[in-house]
């Protein structure tokens, strides 16, 4: 690829010693809250992503101030995993810093929005101090590590989790600019230090998501993930990992060389060593082979279907010098959280909090900030994060569990749970309007109150158990996973959104484009006929997504 | 050597006329007398062994003109004169002064102008005598403002306190002065003994013209700058006003009406008939007309509530009040005891905002940077008069206005540096100067030092300062945000910071304007001569030299 077809993306890293580009002096201007556009593209290696307000671009331009600027920041918790001491700290943070807002994201971890540029030093000194950090949280870089939250799915949970930090560490970048810019580290006197053989000056050509999947339950959505690992485990025991392969969500309007695709599982790896070694290799490929002039097409899944996957695999044989296994075989039948007690096999308790859109908020039906803080200030728990938004208190012994209980009824936390229909308990919207800069239409703001109107459709069809699982992206980039919902809806523009069926309820398959650009009476115009062949014509135990696909509706 | 007729309608006149109409009236006949002697003017012999100060005391920069005005003359008579500023006179040369004149103007409630501070406490200090002193006063004014020229006459009576001698009486000139000036300067050079040319022209119209030019204005744009959330509220109102007159740097002059509300409840608590006729400083006006726009009923001054207790024979202990609330806890007899009374009400004060715009970018507009000024009373919120009238402005509404000249308050020459330092509204002149440099092309460097609380929501004219910088139009700006961090840092903290820039741009040349509340100039002031010090000069003298070179203005409120 000669170097006039990089994108201007891949010319901003090889050019911005690693990393730094000139973000301090870029903090130091004190006429704007934004930063240069060559900075813009470097801080999300740094887990931050500038935003404004679009709710308030018009008011402020004839206020004649510049847009609201802000951060969001996202930290790196591989495998969703925070102490007590963290979660309170996180929480402060916010408060101090930020909206206030904890955003529990799709990826395990919690963002935090509203961030000034002003404050983001200070922001990320209290989370160092916490043991806390935004390393690579964005960016063309590996992501946030992901894997089955919940302790309960297997008595070996721990040893699989534990993968997620291997894996973490694994991949982290070399370059020690965030210690020097935004903790006041000095200066490297010798480079070589941060010479990072992975990355090199060109980091990857776009995300790399890896996911760790548990079966029976499909939490993760793993084959949403440029990596797959799908955990083998028999009689308790671990054997290694199904690696799949080329998973990615996201794709453009009106863009038809982009699409999303579902990781295709290539073999099986076992012993630590190879597991590692065969992780690294698939990003080396990726670093040398991926497309770096189209950002669009940069993803893993285009230079798999590219290259195609035999050659892919035999790739990654001879750069790991040994063969994959052949893939093992597994069954997912659900990806959902467990809401509510549970106790694992080593005795402990997990409680899983009903938490819509993973924000959490003092709101009329329940003090979810305010009890969670409450809770963290016993200190008797762990927090999990899940991947569909939701936090999982965890660790708590037999001993504590009245106490955390008592909690949890003092600020009515089980009792909004419960009241949670099997709809909303399923669904999952992203960010959207009005902070992400990518959003044609709202999501997280808008899913709730159509969440209201659906329900009783359900209802009037003896539905209102059916577990549907139901997604809204205010884009195409499908970060909520619209994408592999039975009933997904993905933004068009404001108030109207694509209607996507036909994906299975354990996130197998993707979904089909079934209506385009419906507002709200459209939607629930549509829905209701297929509620009630659904109700009449279903097979037993057959799942919404499944019928809508045996009947061809799309 | 007047016919009873004649006098009977001198009289009558008279009788009719108020203080300061009789005191227009007599600069007017001595301006009749002195240009339809018809004489040629007459030179006489030099007196050389005469000497003169004129020492004026200036704000806007009238009174330096004035006074430069009469040096000329003085001069051209042979005279040996010397002008010199209050701020810059040497207070132990007062008792060796022969002839003293000075010139000076009054500030809103009556005081001096600050350059005039000095002088005018000190000859308020009792303890010293002047008894060679031969000196007169030439007090520049507004008659819109309660206290006219009180500051002059204070200068004046206490002058003759002190054991002068009055060449000439005191002459208080309103905004229209110069004709008022020429005479004065006039009777002084001939107590002199010196030459009479007098260039007031026949035929001048005898009404006394205003000499302000009010302009009907066109709301355009009035948008609040702050954004939500800020505790600030700062209008930026843009005003359409067809021929408009004025140079970056100057104010306009906003007389606020009183709420018809407020007026309606005052008419019917004093039974007067609102369609009464008075007459009000030239002007025939009903009653509702007087206490709608022109009378202050608002808050009213210890010394109207002492006249009211007077007036209707009571002991009243003088309180912060408005007009109604007197009325209210102190009921007049009947409307004509009211009727009597009104009289004695004091116009309403104008307002003065600085001119945020500059002719060379708008023409025909006025643009204003208005903070909505909120305090409270009695645990009450409430609003300036003017500030609140002009927010709740809407496009298309029409406000009068006059312009207030400020030379004291002008950009250089186009090749020279400015270091402008304008926290909250004193943002204002600087947009001007701004707009006015851009537009110009003038090559100079500019700095500008803006605070306020917050960034995200008080940066006020933001977008406007970025496209400026990308422009290069301005070269460096430093912000300070008081209330974004624990500890509160203002427009000062940043000179510091920079001192030493700071100090190469003054020594460079730069001329250094100071424009917002009073306070911040003081501390301001403080830190300049801290920069100076720290640079190993002497900072009063070097600040002295700054000031008497016209590189270092204030304006202030």
Redesign the interface.
């Given at each position: 690829m000669s170097e006039n077809n990089l994108s201007s993306v891949e010319k901003i890293k090889q050019a911005s010693d690693s990393l730094r580009g000139s973000i301090t002096s870029g903090l130091a201007d004190?006429?704007?809250?934004a930063i240069s556009e060559s900075d813009k593209a470097l801080v999300k290696f740094h887990g931050m992503y500038l935003q404004d307000d679009r709710d308030?671009r018009e008011?402020?331009?004839?206020?004649?101030?510049?847009r609201?600027y802000s951060f969001m920041i996202r930290l790196r918790l591989p495998g969703g995993f925070l102490t007590a001491d963290q979660y309170l700290a996180t929480q402060d943070i916010a408060g101090e810093h930020t909206t206030g807002v904890i955003k529990i994201t799709t990826r395990q971890t919690v963002q935090l929005h509203g961030l000034?540029k002003?404050h983001i030093k200070p922001t990320i000194k209290a989370f160092s101090e916490a043991k806390l950090n935004s390393i690579a949280t964005c960016g063309d870089i590996n992501r946030n590590v992901i894997c089955s939250a919940h302790p309960n799915q297997s008595p070996i949970h721990r040893q699989i989790h534990e993968f997620s930090y291997k894996i973490n560490e694994l991949l982290l970048p070399k370059t020690k600019a965030y210690y020097e810019i935004w903790l006041d580290e000095e200066k490297l006197l010798d480079k070589k230090e941060e010479e990072d053989p992975l990355y090199q000056d060109r980091y990857l050509p776009r995300k790399f998501k890896i996911a760790i999947a548990i079966p029976p339950n499909n939490d993760v959505d793993v084959f949403g993930n440029d990596l797959a690992l799908i955990a083998i485990v028999e009689k308790n025991e671990l054997k290694g990992f199904n690696v799949a392969i080329g998973g990615g969500m996201s794709s453009t309007h009106g863009n038809p060389a982009t699409y999303p695709r579902l990781a295709t599982v290539i073999g099986f790896v076992s012993g630590e060593e190879k597991i590692l070694k065969t992780i690294y290799e698939i990003a080396t490929i990726q670093r040398d082979y991926g497309n770096r002039s189209d950002r669009s097409l940069a993803r893993l899944k285009y230079t798999v279907d590219r290259l195609g996957v035999d050659w892919f695999k035999e790739e990654i044989e001879r750069r790991t010098g040994f063969p994959l296994e052949k893939e093992k075989p597994f069954t997912f039948t659900d990806r959902k959280d467990y809401y509510g007690w549970f106790k694992n096999s080593e005795g402990h308790w997990y409680y899983t909090p009903f938490i819509e859109n993973g924000r959490v908020v003092d709101s009329e039906a329940v003090a979810m900030k305010t009890a969670l803080y409450e809770i963290a200030k016993t200190r008797k728990l762990n927090f999990r994060f899940t991947t569909n938004q939701n936090v999982i208190l965890s660790d708590i012994t037999e001993k504590d569990k009245p106490l955390i209980n008592q909690l949890l009824d003092k600020y009515r936390v089980r009792e909004y749970t419960e009241s949670i229909s099997a709809l909303r308990r399923n669904a999952m919207a992203c960010v959207a309007l009005n902070t992400c800069p990518l959003a044609f239409a709202e999501a997280q703001r808008y899913l709730p109150s159509l969440l209201d109107k659906i329900e009783p459709l359900l209802d009037k069809y003896g539905l209102g158990k059916e577990e549907i699982v139901i997604r809204m992206t205010g884009c195409p980039n499908g970060c909520a996973r619209s994408y592999i919902a039975e009933i997904g809806f993905i933004g068009t523009s404001l108030g109207k959104y694509n209607l996507q069926l036909g994906g299975d309820h354990q996130g197998m398959r993707l979904n089909k484009v079934y209506r385009e650009s419906l507002d709200e009476a459209g939607i629930l115009a549509e829905l209701e006929p297929l509620f009630k062949l659904f109700a009449a014509e279903r097979l037993k135990n057959e799942s919404f997504g499944d019928f809508a696909k045996r009947k061809q509706i799309v | 050597m007047i016919t009873p007729e004649k006098n009977r309608q001198i009289q009558e006149l008279v009788a009719s006329l108020g203080r300061e109409e009789l005191i227009w009236m007599k600069g007017f006949l001595e301006g009749v007398l002195a240009g339809s002697s018809g004489e040629p003017a007459l030179a006489k012999a030099p007196q050389s062994s005469t000497k003169i100060t004129i020492a004026y005391g200036t704000e806007s920069g009238n009174s330096k003109k004035v006074a430069s005005a009469f040096a000329n003359r003085a001069k051209q008579e042979g005279i040996q004169t010397k002008v010199v500023s209050l701020d810059q006179y040497r207070l132990t040369d007062l008792p060796k002064e022969e002839y003293f004149l000075t010139v000076i103007s009054t500030q809103g409630e009556g005081e001096p102008p600050a350059s005039a501070k000095k002088f005018y406490d000190h000859i308020h200090q009792n303890g010293f005598k002047l008894p060679r002193l031969k000196y007169g006063v030439l007090a520049l004014g507004d008659t819109s403002y309660p206290m006219f020229c009180k500051a002059g006459e204070d200068v004046d009576n206490q002058l003759q306190y002190l054991g002068g001698e009055r060449l000439v009486d005191i002459q208080r000139c309103d905004v229209d002065y110069e004709t008022d000036a020429e005479t004065w300067f006039t009777s002084v050079l001939q107590k002199l003994g010196g030459a009479t040319t007098v260039s007031l022209p026949l035929g001048r119209p005898v009404k006394k013209t205003t000499g302000k030019k009010i302009y009907q204005g066109t709301i355009l744009t009035n948008i609040n700058l702050n954004d939500r959330g800020s505790s600030k509220q700062t209008h930026h109102i843009e005003i359409a006003a067809e021929g408009v007159q004025y140079q970056a740097g100057d104010s306009i002059g906003i007389i606020p009406h009183n709420s018809e509300l407020l007026v309606q409840a005052i008419i019917e608590r004093t039974g007067i008939d609102p369609q009464q006729s008075f007459v009000h400083r030239d002007e025939t006006c009903t009653a509702y007309e007087l206490l709608h726009k022109k009378l202050n009923i608002a808050y009213l001054p210890e010394r109207i509530i002492t006249k009211y207790a007077a007036h209707t024979e009571r002991e009243i202990e003088p309180f912060r009040s408005g007009l109604l609330e007197l009325l209210i806890k102190h009921p007049v007899k009947d409307a004509a005891q009211f009727e009597s009374f009104i009289q004695q009400l004091e116009p309403i004060t104008p307002r003065l905002y600085s001119i945020a715009s500059s002719l060379e970018k708008f023409d025909g507009e006025v643009h204003l940077t208005v903070g909505r000024d909120k305090f409270s009373v009695a645990d009450e919120v409430q609003y300036g008069l003017c500030s609140d009238l002009l927010c709740a402005l809407k496009r298309g509404d029409t406000i009068d206005f006059y312009v207030h000249h400020n030379d004291q308050f002008r950009l250089p020459q186009s090749d020279r540096d400015v270091i402008m330092i304008g926290p909250g509204t004193g943002i204002a002149p600087f947009r001007a100067f701004l707009a006015e440099r851009e537009s110009t092309g003038a090559s100079g460097r500019n700095w500008l030092f803006f605070g306020d609380q917050h960034f995200t929501t008080d940066f006020l004219y933001q977008t406007e300062i970025q496209q400026w910088l990308d422009d290069g139009v301005l070269n460096k700006i430093d912000l300070a945000f008081s209330r974004d961090q624990s500890d509160k840092i203002y427009v000062q903290d940043k000179m510091k910071k920079c001192g030493k820039e700071f100090y190469e741009w003054i020594k460079n040349g730069a001329t250094l304007y100071v424009c917002g509340a009073k306070r911040m100039s003081e501390d301001v002031e403080k830190t300049i001569t801290d920069i100076i010090r720290e640079s190993g000069e002497d900072a009063d003298t070097f600040l002295d030299n700054l000031k008497g070179s016209g590189r270092y203005l204030k304006d202030v409120y």
């Open positions: 004190e006429v704007t809250g308030r008011e402020r331009a004839e206020k004649k101030l510049e609201l000034l002003t | -």
